[in-house]
């Protein structure tokens, strides 16, 4: 071979060599475009899981420190509620003491009231039976009172019997 034929096999092999080459840069271009998407999907959902896992785990801490709170309150509340229930308890007591007060001394002025008619009743019968008549600037009879301002009697006349 000569020389010129050599150089016109060069042009023709570099020639027919440019073809594959640039096919080969566009396969290295979308190989490599490839890998990029791949490489973003890949690290998409590589930081997709972190995310999650990281969510997870600060849901479980905020339920963690929720729950803290919730038996807090729930402790304050419950404090809170005993100590309102034994104020109602010592308000229904001094109710109950009060009524049961009042109850007592209506019963008392009842039975002062029963005894002072039939104190009377009795003084009457003993006027109406000895007969004697008692002025009204007499003093009144003593009884079993002993003078006491409770049971004592005012003055009686025989009207007074009538």
């Not at 339920?63 to 034994?86: P, T, Y």
């Not at 039939?118 to 006027?127: A, F, P, T």
């Amino acid at each position: 071979m000569t020389k010129g034929k050599k150089k016109h096999d060069r042009k023709d092999a570099q020639v027919h060599s440019r073809l594959p080459s640039v096919k080969r840069k566009e396969d290295v271009k979308e190989q490599a475009d490839w890998r990029r998407t791949r490489q973003k999907e890949l690290l998409r959902n590589d930081i997709k899981e972190i995310l999650r896992e990281e969510l997870a785990v600060e849901h479980a801490k905020m339920r963690k420190f929720f729950r803290k709170e919730l038996e807090e309150i729930m402790g304050l509340l419950r404090n809170d509620l005993s100590q309102i229930c034994m104020e109602q308890v010592v308000l229904l007591k001094e109710q109950a003491k009060e009524i049961q007060q009042e109850h007592w001394n209506l019963q008392y002025l009842r039975l002062k009231d029963l005894f002072r008619k039939d104190l009377k009743e009795m003084v009457c019968e003993e006027i109406k039976k000895s007969k004697m008549i008692i002025g009204p600037k007499e003093e009144p009879l003593l009884g079993p009172s002993k003078g006491t301002t409770d049971f004592q009697v005012g003055p009686l006349t025989g009207k007074d019997c009538a």
